[in-house]
Antibody
Framework: QLQLQESGPGLVKPSETLSLSCNVSGDSINTDSYSWGWIRQAPGKGLEWIGSMYYYGKANYNPSLKSRVTISLDTSKNHFSLTVDSLSAADTAVYYC???????????WGQGILVTVSS | IVMTQSPATLSVSPGERATLSCRASQSVGINLAWYQQRPGRAPGLLIYGAATRATGIPARFRGSGSGTEFTLTISDLQTEDSAVYYCQQYENWPPLLTFGPGTRVEI
């Protein structure tokens, strides 16, 4: 059974860099059929796609965040990561990692991790 | 592509039927998914390809539509269906997934 688990800090300071990891079990990220991505949800708000990538290709990012985010995959550890630079309070959100069918829709999600940006 | 959903909130009684609407600012074909997010939980996939139920989703969840107009119909509503429902399009290339603002269903 596929499981995804986010990990990382719950509190980061403005202007700093956020690094999150998503550990995948029950499936290999080394697959042609699925990509792996991140979504976030600000408190009380809707869902915002951050970006996704296949194990073999370049990442695709939301243009609104592209200049500040990086997604990378580590097939040896079967996990993938997200970094977000130049944080501000507007980046406070629950961050979810997930598996995507192709680059279309998320069919599995992690439980999410709340990240608060505050000094 | 901008996604809109209506109504913002829907209050229904157990056993009734709920009809949720999702509209795209331009045609997305059938490249549309629906998700359910219960309070305090991660979203879960309900429907993809506008009308195909995801694994394990009961038949009382039905998706329909194409182009710019889509509907999620939930029949025989149960208390565990209380959630926010989001639509998401995946028509864009390069990928730019966008979600609707959600419809809250209160049972």
């Amino acid at each position: 059974q596929l499981q995804l688990q986010e990990s990382g800090p719950g509190l980061v300071k403005p202007s700093e860099t956020l690094s999150l990891s998503c550990n995948v079990s029950g499936d290999s990220i080394n697959t042609d059929s699925y990509s792996w991505g991140w979504i976030r949800q600000a408190p009380g708000k809707g869902l915002e796609w951050i970006g996704s990538m296949y194990y073999y290709g370049k990442a695709n990012y939301n243009p609104s965040l592209k200049s500040r985010v990086t997604i990378s995959l580590d097939t040896s550890k079967n996990h993938f990561s997200l970094t977000v630079d130049s944080l501000s309070a507007a980046d406070t959100a629950v961050y979810y990692c997930g598996r995507m069918w192709q680059l279309f829709y998320f069919d599995s999600w992690g439980q999410g991790i709340l990240v608060t940006v505050s000094s | 592509i901008v996604m809109t959903q209506s109504p913002a909130t829907l209050s229904v009684s157990p056993g009734e039927r709920a009809t949720l609407s999702c509209r795209a600012s331009q045609s997305v074909g059938i490249n549309l998914a629906w998700y359910q997010q219960r309070p305090g939980r991660a979203p879960g996939l309900l429907i993809y390809g506008a009308a195909t139920r995801a694994t394990g989703i009961p038949a009382r969840f039905r998706g329909s539509g194409s182009g710019t107009e889509f509907t999620l119909t939930i029949s025989d509503l149960q208390t565990e269906d209380s959630a926010v429902y989001y639509c998401q399009q995946y028509e864009n290339w390069p990928p730019l997934l966008t979600f609707g603002p959600g419809t809250r269903v209160e049972i």
